[in-house]
């Protein structure tokens, strides 16, 4: 088994699920797709789930409209005929734009959590299949842990 191609010709994001390594998550952007071949080659039984990674949505909001929607959602079209199994838009934040982009997508939606991300409740009635946290729970541990830190040189 190895990775398919994007339709753009490059290798798509692929995040790990499957088996006891659910929580793990594998990027995989660029033409070599070494690392998605090394997960295959150690862990057979692994299921690998393929996303459609949209930059679009990592601009500035103000820069978010049907326009970029429409976009994602032709983009979706064709990598899920590549056989491609969600569409990730980190960065997309009005949920309107989501809702829109959640019922017009041939594959689930997966949405990156912000601090100015609607609730999770809302993100779910409104299309969304999955989210990601990104680097928010690293960051927030990082910074509890500097404030420890400080605290106890201090003491």
């Known amino acids: 088994m190895t990775p398919r191609q994007s339709p753009e010709g490059r ?3 692929i995040r790990v699920a499957g088996g006891h390594l659910q929580a793990i998550g594998l990027r995989v952007l660029g033409p070599r ?10 862990f ?14 990592q601009r500035p909001a103000a820069q978010h409209d049907d326009a970029r929607v ?45 601090e100015s991300t609607a609730p999770l409740k809302a993100l779910a009635d409104h299309g969304v299949a999955r989210v990601s946290h990104g680097p928010r729970p690293y960051l927030l541990a ?14």
Do not use: W
């Open 33 to 42: 797709c070494d690392r998605a071949t090394q997960v295959i080659r150690f």
């Open 11 to 13: 290798c798509p994001v």
């Open 70 to 114: 429409s976009e994602a959602f032709e983009r979706a079209q064709r990598y899920r005929h590549a056989g491609a199994h969600g569409l990730f838009a980190p960065g997309l934040l009005d949920i309107r734009l989501i809702a829109r982009l959640a019922a017009a997508s041939p594959l689930p939606l997966n949405v990156m959590v912000q």
């Open 44 to 57: 057979p039984s692994v299921t690998l789930f393929e996303a459609l990674l949209v930059k679009s949505f």
């Open 142 to 155: 990082m910074q509890a842990l500097e404030a420890a830190a400080r605290a106890a040189s201090s003491s």
